[in-house]
C-alpha cells in the first residue's frame, strides 16, 4: 500500500488543483463507465427533494435533473464549485449549489426525499457527517402514506475491461487503499446512527457496482 498521507495528498490535487483533470481520470481508470456506475443511483431514488454530497464536476447533478429530479448540492472545493457551475450554465440548469461540510448541512430537518453520494471518501462515515444525513432525511409519515426518505451511496465499481489492462487497474485500486470500506463496517456504522442498511449489486448497460442503501429506523 502507498502511505496514506500519499493517497490523500494525491487525492485533494485531484479534486482541488487538478478538478479540471477529475472526469477524464475517472474515465480512463473505469474504461469509460465511471458515468455508468453513478447512474445506477437513479433506479433507486424517489420522487422529491434531493440532496447531492460532494457533487464534484456536477456530472451527476445533470443526470439527476435530466431524469426529472430536482437537486441541490453541497461540495467544499472551490474549483469542483467551478467546475459544476459552468457545466450546469451551459445546459441552461438552475445550479441549486452550495459550499457547505457534511457535518454541518445547511437544510431542515426531515426534509429529503434522497441524500445522494457517489464514490465518497471517508468522510461519509465520520459520525457528525451520519448524524447530520439523519437529521435531513424524510422520516415516514404514516398518516400521508409518504416513505422514508433513502439515503443511497454508489460505493464501488465492478471494473471490467480487457483482461491485458484490468489486472493493472485493479491493482491500482488496490495500492491506493480505494477498495477500503468492508463490507460489514458501514452496516454498523449506519446501525449506530439509526439506519436500517444493506448492500445492493446493482447492474445497467454492462455496467455493475455496489451500492449502500439505508433509510432511517422504524421507516418502510
Known amino acids: 500500500m502507498l502511505p496514506h498521507w500519499l493517497i490523500k495528498f494525491g487525492f485533494h490535487l485531484l479534486y482541488y488543483q487538478f478538478a479540471w483533470s477529475y472526469e477524464l481520470v475517472a474515465w480512463v481508470v473505469s474504461f469509460g463507465q465511471w458515468t455508468t456506475w453513478r447512474r445506477l443511483a437513479l433506479q433507486f431514488m424517489q420522487p422529491g427533494p434531493t440532496l447531492e454530497l460532494a457533487f464534484g464536476t456536477g456530472v451527476f447533478f445533470i443526470d439527476m435533473v435530466e431524469s426529472g429530479h430536482k437537486p441541490v448540492g453541497i461540495d467544499l472545493s472551490p474549483y469542483m464549485a467551478r467546475q459544476a457551475g459552468q457545466r450546469l450554465r451551459r445546459k441552461n440548469i438552475e445550479t441549486g449549489l452550495s459550499r457547505a461540510r457534511t457535518q454541518a448541512l445547511p437544510f431542515p430537518a426531515n426534509y429529503f426525499a434522497n441524500v445522494v453520494a457517489t464514490f465518497p471518501t471517508d468522510y461519509l462515515l465520520e459520525s457528525k457527517t451520519l448524524a447530520e444525513i439523519h ?47 468492508l463490507p460489514k463496517e458501514p452496516l454498523r456504522l449506519l446501525a449506530d446512527h439509526n439506519f436500517e ?15 449502500l442503501l439505508a433509510g432511517k429506523k422504524g421507516d418502510p
Open 197 to 211: 442498511a444493506r448492500w445492493k449489486i446493482a447492474e445497467a448497460k454492462g455496467a455493475q457496482a455496489r451500492l
Open 135 to 181: 437529521r435531513v432525511l424524510r422520516s415516514s409519515t404514516s398518516t400521508q402514506n409518504d416513505d422514508g426518505g433513502r439515503f443511497i451511496v454508489v460505493a464501488e465499481g465492478q471494473l471490467r475491461g480487457p483482461w491485458p489492462v484490468r489486472p493493472f487497474i485493479d491493482w491500482l485500486y488496490r495500492i491506493t487503499n480505494q477498495r477500503r470500506i
